[in-house]
């Protein structure tokens, strides 16, 4: 078996806060395979973000405690000197932020932007640096690339911004990519030219990638694995295939009902049906629940251990992976499987 690009074990994240620490991050393991795109949903807070700006070292140390282990490629993120996460960001980790007028230096060209990467990572000169840079701007879709590389974050739109974050994550070809709603700026039409993209250097280079999104069309098209999360945790875990089609949890089964059936017919009047919800409001991660993380918001719990135990990932059956043909569990931190 081929060694997983990434393996994490007990990431946990705890910040600290005027209200007293919060559990943003709690327990959460899992591994990505070389050329395996792992996908991690769930709503906003449950922890997808700060999960994997944990891993690559971007926490403020002053407020942000960070346990567990993280391997890429046999090393761990989480004990490397700073010295050492700024050699292995770029060639090892790769990342796509979701905001890429934040991301992007205001005051300095996109070509130097690119250029500083590139070189930071490999001995090439301006000249060399700046070609590469260009073809790179080519590969993600962006309008006469040897113009662009002169122009200045706030000289481009939203979504072309989002296409230079894309080129400068992917300059130096990383054996882990990491894309934090990598498209929910772009059109269907550029989405589907990145996700090509993305596929092609998995293809090439055997890149993992994590794919954090809330487009639930885009994990049934790209992704091998599905992990999902609520409250810090990992609540599902298992093949796309599985975790859409079968899924266990009542979270899980929440997320999907709540998206539109274009099959489901029209009332008398032209009425659309309504759509599934999920009750309530995810918890504050200063104020967690005890015992399973999602019990206050659970339409079928029946168990008196939810609300005292925290449930463990049980198996509920296997799938096989898209890439490799083996055999996976499907798991679910649940003890309501009805």
Avoid at 98 to 115: A, F, H, Y
Avoid at 177 to 199: C, F, H, K, N, Y
């Amino acid at each position: 078996m081929t060694a997983p690009v990434l393996e994490v074990h007990d990431l946990r994240v705890q910040l600290r806060t005027p209200r007293g620490p919060a559990h943003v991050v709690n327990g959460l393991s899992y591994s990505v395979g070389p050329g395996e795109t792992v996908a991690v949903v769930g709503e906003s807070g449950s922890g997808k973000s700060v999960s994997v700006l944990a891993l690559l070292g971007l926490l403020p140390p002053r407020v942000a405690t960070v346990t567990g282990r993280a391997l890429l490629q046999g090393e761990d993120l989480l004990t490397m000197s700073p010295e050492r996460l700024r050699q292995v960001r770029g060639p090892g980790a790769g990342m796509v932020f979701q905001d890429p007028m934040t991301s992007l230096n205001p005051v300095l060209s996109i070509g130097r932007q690119l250029v500083e990467g590139i070189r930071a990572h490999g001995d090439v000169s301006k000249e060399g640096a700046r070609r590469r840079a260009a073809d790179l701007l080519g590969e993600v879709g962006l309008p006469d690339p040897q113009r662009a590389l002169d122009r200045f974050p706030h000289e481009l739109s939203g979504g072309m911004r989002q296409r230079v974050v894309i080129a400068i994550a992917l300059a130096n070809s990383p054996a882990l990519l990491i894309a934090d709603e990598a498209t929910t700026a772009l059109d269907v039409t550029v989405q589907a030219q990145i996700i090509d993209l993305v596929e092609g250097l998995q293809a090439d280079h055997g890149t993992g990638v994590i794919w954090i999104t809330h487009d639930l069309g885009v994990v049934a098209g790209i992704a091998d694995r599905v992990l999902v999360m609520y409250g810090g945790r990992c609540v599902e875990d298992g093949t796309v295939d599985d975790v859409l089609e079968r899924p266990a949890h009542p979270y899980t089964r929440g997320l999907l009902g709540s998206l539109p059936d274009l099959a489901a017919p029209v009332g008398p009047d032209g009425e659309l049906p309504d759509l599934a919800t999920v009750p309530g409001l995810p918890p504050p991660p200063t104020d967690l629940p005890t015992g399973c993380v999602f019990w206050p918001r659970c339409p079928v719990r029946s168990d008196p251990r939810c609300e005292t135990e925290q449930p463990p990932l049980a198996v509920v059956g296997a799938g096989r992976n898209g890439q490799s043909g083996l055999e996976l569990e499907h798991r679910a931190a649940t003890w309501c499987r009805s």
